[in-house]
T-cell receptor
Framework: NAGVTQTPKFQVLKTGQSMTLQCAQD?????MSWYRQDPGMGLRLIHY???????DQGEVPNGYNVSRSTTEDFPLRLLSAAPSQTSVYFC???????????????FGAGTRLSVL | SQQGEEDPQALSIQEGENATMNCSYK?????LQWYRQNSGRGLVHLIL?????REKHSGRLRVTLDTSKKSSSLLITASRAADTASYFC??????????????FGRGTQLTVWP
């Protein structure tokens, strides 16, 4: 049981480049989300999805796009990378929305991104 | 932001001592969760407490919730060096427009010395 898989683990980009961070889960979870973690800032929600075809913005969505064409995959796209997007990115999934008590989050191992 | 806030930011104790971390939040919630993160790793769920519960136990973990004060505490008893990690509280938002969101605090870095 792989759980939540994120690729790549590390990435270095130049300012202005675009890239996609991949996230896949094999637990048939409906809810998926992306967070960024910066020193001293904790985790901040970028985008989330409550099911295939449905996405919504979190706290810090600017500069990022998402889509959810399948239950399993939830890629995060950086359209034009900026140094401010240097961070560690985590993908998480759960059976349903966090407001329901059974819906604990399962996290991937993270993608460490540096934008030069 | 509806982010929770953990206190203290850092905690350093000896093995065998108890560790207490606190979390305060801003809005009404359905439940509050605690997560642990080892250095360089993803977060792992520890315990969830519902808004109508006041205390919950899981092994050496004890969580309390005071909704009137919008605060929670995580107690780790008889700490071990392996408990060294960052600990985060997370709250959902009990409001229609943000029901899908989960908000994390900045975390408490716990160091347990052998």
């Amino acid at each position: 049981n792989a759980g939540v898989t994120q690729t790549p683990k590390f990435q270095v980009l130049k300012t202005g480049q675009s890239m996609t961070l991949q996230c896949a889960q094999d637990m048939n979870h409906e809810y998926m989300s992306w967070y960024r973690q910066d020193p001293g800032m904790g985790l901040r929600l970028i985008h989330y999805s409550v099911g295939a075809g449905i996405t919504d913005q979190g706290e810090v969505p600017n500069g990022y796009n998402v889509s959810r064409s399948t239950t399993e995959d939830f890629p995060l796209r950086l359209l034009s990378a900026a140094p401010s997007q240097t961070s560690v990115y985590f993908c998480a999934s759960s059976y349903g929305v966090p407001s329901l008590a059974k819906n604990i989050q399962y996290f991937g191992a993270g993608t460490r991104l540096s934008v030069l | 932001s509806q982010q929770g806030e953990e206190d203290p930011q850092a905690l350093s104790i000896q093995e065998g001592e108890n560790a207490t971390m606190n979390c305060s939040y801003k809005t009404s919630i359905n439940n509050l969760q605690w997560y642990r993160q080892n250095s360089g790793r993803g977060l792992v769920h520890l315990i969830l407490i519902r808004s109508n519960e006041r205390e919950k136990h899981s092994g050496r973990l004890r969580v309390t919730l005071d909704t009137s004060k919008k605060s929670s505490s995580l107690l780790i008893t008889a700490s071990r060096a392996a408990d060294t990690a960052s600990y985060f509280c997370a709250t959902d938002a009990n409001r229609g427009s943000t029901l899908g969101r989960l908000y994390f605090g900045r975390g408490t870095q716990l160091t347990v010395w052998p």
